[in-house]
């Protein structure tokens, strides 16, 4: 039974850093028929512009957009076409006391991607009309700043059906990054790939793992 304890406490403590961590990050890519084609504004945007998601209890998920690498680039504007999965509720950013180098607001203009159609919700940095922002989603190197925005589970839905919508392309998400060094910007768009976080993956065959060896042995 002690044993057993153990084993209880490892796998609680397994779920609290699984929940701590992302379950999923997002990728992206250059959209074409949006704006520009500039190889190296492109391999940079591509390369070092994600966005982690994660539950925030049962009834969240929270988005948190990084821009790392060593590349000079700007995450100005992101834009969500939900879908019907989720509805925004905050964002964690310099003014809800989080990442003091980030600071957006909800309602960018325009309000949609270019090309895009309608019913996006559109963020914005706070001074996104300056040619590089200093409130946006700035590059470092190794690391950059972060974004984080919140979404409230609609509809039925849960982390599962979120990450399904995303890979689907029935929840898209758009950015518009500028201050390239060639003085250049792109639109990105998720491409469609999700891949499930390596510390959840890591964690959770851990526990798997010491499960499966406490059985062989016969002590559970």
């Known amino acids: ?43 940079i945007a591509e390369t070092q512009i ?3 998601l994660s539950a925030v209890g049962s009834t969240q998920v929270l988005f948190e957009f990084h821009n790392n690498g060593p590349g000079t680039s ?27 180098n980030v600071d957006f607001e909800l309602g960018s203009s325009p309000s949609n991607p270019p090309q895009g159609g309608g019913g996006w919700n ?17 590059n470092g190197n190794p690391t950059g700043d972060v974004l984080g925005i919140v979404f409230n589970l609609v509809n039925g839905q849960n982390l599962a059906g979120v990450e399904t919508a995303l890979q689907n392309r029935d929840l898209e998400i758009a950015m518009h990054v500028i201050a390239f060094e060639s003085g250049g910007s ?35």
């Open 122 to 138: 559109s963020f914005f940095a706070t001074d996104a009309d300056n040619p590089k922002p200093t409130w946006g989603i700035n």
């Open 186 to 220: 792109e639109w990105l768009i998720n491409n469609g790939t999700v891949i499930p976080a390596p510390g959840a993956i890591l964690l959770g065959s851990i526990g798997v793992a010491l499960v499966g060896w406490l059985r062989r042995r016969r002590t559970l």
């Open 50 to 52: 994600f966005a982690d």
């Open 1 to 43: 039974m002690k044993k057993l304890g153990v084993v209880f406490s490892f796998l609680m403590l397994v779920a609290v850093c699984q929940t701590a961590k992302a379950n999923y990050t997002v990728n992206f890519v250059r959209n074409a028929t949006w704006g520009t084609n500039n190889n190296s504004d492109m391999t």
């Open 74 to 100: 700007v995450v100005a504007n992101i834009y969500f076409r939900d879908g019907g999965y989720i509805a925004f509720d905050s964002l964690r950013d310099r003014d809800n006391g989080y990442n003091q």
